[in-house]
């Protein structure tokens, strides 16, 4: 699949544990992330997203985190499923940049 | 399903052949995108388009030419590719204005194969 030749990051979880996939950013300036999951012959999926102004935010499962003092991203899977095998991206992007400047990813792996 | 669909999702080609792709958004987003995904480099921007209007390429060789009629529809006409052109090709939209950053949201991509 995509990404195959890439040397990415890869975690393997039991299933029903918690995931934390982390993120390193370089551009101080950015001022939203966002999280994308991509599984084999699919396109990105939207996850979650969050603007600067704030340092947490949850969704159905999944939380994000982000530290803007040393440019750092977490996402946290809770009780991980083997749907949730799949290459997670993250993203950043720049008030009035409309560019988004995407991670290497992380490959999550199930083990049952 | 994300509101963006693309065609075909499978495409093999010689190198002398002439070929499109097609993105169509139904999410009534302003912005359009096409991406390249190898498997030997990250998610690499390739074309931006604001309204219709091309506002971003990047570096992009000319076997490649976009052209977005309308909103909704972006195409990525092929030429003369390269085998190192196999990949991933990915649409998305987004809608931006004002001072939010939107997100983007990705199509299930074609997968291109260059003989």
């Known amino acids: 699949g995509e990404n195959v030749g890439l040397h990415l990051p890869t975690l393997s979880v039991q299933e029903g544990d918690n995931s934390i996939i982390n993120c390193a950013y370089s551009n101080s300036a950015s001022d939203y992330f966002i999280w994308y999951k991509q599984e084999s012959g699919k396109g990105p999926q939207f996850i979650i997203d969050i603007r600067s102004n704030m340092d947490k935010r949850q969704g159905q499962r999944v939380t994000v985190l982000l530290n803007k003092t040393v440019k750092h991203l977490s996402l946290q899977i809770a009780a991980t499923q083997p749907g949730d095998s799949a290459v997670y991206f993250c993203?950043?992007?720049?008030?009035?940049?409309?560019?988004?400047?995407f991670g290497q990813g992380t490959r999550l792996t199930i083990n049952p | 399903e994300t509101g963006v669909t693309q065609t075909p999702r499978h495409l093999v080609m010689g190198m002398t052949n002439k070929k499109s792709l097609k993105c169509e958004q139904h999410?009534?987003?302003?912005?359009m995108y096409w991406y390249k995904q190898s498997a030997k480099k990250p998610l690499e921007l390739m074309f931006v388009y604001n309204f219709k209007e091309q506002t971003e390429n990047n570096s992009v060789p000319s076997r490649f030419s976009p052209e977005c009629p309308n909103s909704s529809h972006l195409f990525l006409h092929l030429h003369t590719l390269q085998p190192e052109d196999s990949a991933l090709y990915l649409c998305a939209s987004s809608q931006v204005g004002g001072l939010r950053s939107d997100t983007q949201y990705f199509g299930p991509g074609t997968r291109l194969t260059v003989l």
């Open positions: 993203a950043e992007n720049t008030q009035g940049a409309q560019k988004l400047v």
């Open positions: 999410l009534g987003h302003n912005a």
